[in-house]
């Protein structure tokens, strides 16, 4: 039952044409408009949480695909008009476990996921028609892990905004941290983002986030990443991935690049 996995008091997604659903979502644009992202603290109920962790957790430890790359911040082998020593091209190490939905059929988070409130929230916020869930038991909805030493380095998305849950927050570390006006879509700023990468970053914005957080971010021109974890206690989150059209799969190329099999 949903109520018993995200609070409906506090968040009335299944209520969104009330007074307090209107609220919700005209706070969520205006954070949005103003940060580029917004959380909802508190969204995933303690318990939902203990058991999505405890239905991920083998997968997890003994199973999850270990995704480690040496990557620029577009991801990309080469970037036209820039040479390989240009500093925007400087290169980051990431490192993430990851564990897609098939592998976790009975877990709370699919429920979520397949959940036509939670989708048509996000549209709303959005300011979409629709958004539908993908036809990929692989890319739908990962869980991933981040132990100690490991971190999602400096990139900028593909995608127009990342919805993702907090599950476990570290020991230490692990913070969401962006950094705005480094590009636009008509303005790539490569020697602006180059001064960035290689000097000094202590103006970037730090978001310590609670397990049970639901963060969504626009990241396709903001400039982000998640710091090293450090300790025991690792990260763990889920990602949500949902398209404005139906039916849309990852190739068999990139399900083998990000989870190591195409079935």
């Not at 991920?56 to 003994?62: E, F």
């Not at 609670?210 to 690792?234: C, I, M, Y």
Request: with cysteine; net charge negative; proline share 5%.
């Amino acid at each position: 039952m949903i109520e018993n996995i995200i609070d409906l008091e506090r968040y009335p997604l299944n209520r969104l044409d009330s007074e307090d659903g209107q609220k919700l979502v005209k706070q969520c644009q205006q954070d949005l408009a103003e940060t580029g992202l917004f959380n909802l603290q508190g969204f995933l109920l303690p318990d939902a949480i203990e058991q999505a962790i405890e239905n991920s957790a083998d997968q997890l430890a003994n199973h999850a695909f270990t995704h480690q790359r040496k990557h620029n911040i577009y991801f990309l082998p080469e970037v036209e008009g820039l040479s390989p020593d240009h500093p925007a091209l400087l290169e980051f190490e990431t490192i993430n476990h990851t564990v897609c939905s098939d592998r976790i059929p009975h877990n709370v988070l699919i429920e979520l996921y397949l959940w036509p409130p939670f989708a048509a929230f996000l549209a709303a916020v959005m300011q979409l028609d629709k958004l539908y869930p993908m036809d990929d038991e692989l890319s739908r909805l990962n869980v991933m892990g981040y132990t100690d030493g490991e971190a999602l380095n400096w990139h900028f998305d593909r995608s127009e905004f990342t919805t993702t849950l907090l599950l476990q927050a570290p020991q230490k570390g692990g913070e969401f941290q962006y950094k705005t006006g480094l590009r636009t879509d008509t303005d790539p700023n490569y020697d602006g983002i180059g001064e960035f990468l290689n000097g000094d970053q202590a103006d970037v914005i730090t978001v310590p986030l609670e397990a049970g957080t639901l963060n969504v971010f626009r990241g396709k021109n903001t400039l982000h990443r998640v710091s090293p974890v450090t300790g025991d206690k690792g990260r763990i989150i889920a990602v949500f991935s949902y398209y404005e059209k139906p039916g849309v799969k990852f190739s068999a190329e990139e399900k083998i690049g990000f989870y190591g099999r195409s079935l």
